[in-house]
């Protein structure tokens, strides 16, 4: 009866040793080492506000999808963007409106975060995808807002 007490004992402690080990196997750019970023980053293609505002104005097919986080939306967004939680992006893509953009059309990425790490995440997840023509968004949501670029209210319920 002592034994199988202190065999549960081990079993948990092992476990718990194994959970804190296995944590950091999670990629995160802010904490990995810059080799990684930057390599993520240098496959990257960037975009600046002034040229996907041109883009817009010119009425080009563009598909813009918003990757900020709950804490880093206000009630708007870029006009047109869609808007996708990062960790459900690749599963998003199986449905409308996603599902429907065509490999090949310019697709822009954007987030709130200081480094567009949220927004080169997801846009290496396109490229996994077989998106062939995506971008970041330089600077992301705030370099948006302060080129006075287009905006419109998010729908509630997302």
């Keep these: 009866m002592a034994f199988k007490g202190w065999s ?3 079993l948990l402690v092992l ?5 804190s080990v296995s944590g950091g196997a999670n990629y995160n750019p802010t904490s990995a080492g810059t080799s990684l970023s930057q390599d993520v980053a240098a496959q990257t293609s960037f975009i600046t506000a002034e040229e996907l ?4 104005s010119k009425n080009e097919a563009v598909t813009i999808i918003d990757v900020r986080s709950a804490n880093g939306i206000d009630d708007n967004k870029i006009k047109g963007a869609v808007y996708v939680k990062l960790r459900r992006l690749k599963y998003r893509l199986a449905f409308p409106p996603l599902k429907d953009v065509p490999r ?5 990425t954007y987030c709130a975060c200081p480094n567009d790490e949220a927004s080169i995440r997801a846009a290496q997840v396109l490229r996994e995808s077989g ?6 968004l330089k600077g992301g949501w ?17």
């Design 8 to 10: 549960t004992w081990t």
């Design 15 to 19: 476990l718990l040793s194994l959970s």
């Design 53 to 56: 505002k041109a883009k817009l």
């Design 104 to 108: 090949n059309r310019d697709v822009v």
């Design 131 to 136: 998106f062939t023509r995506v971008h970041v």
């Design 142 to 158: 705030v370099v948006w807002k302060k080129a006075n670029g287009q905006i419109e209210r998010t729908a509630r319920g997302l």
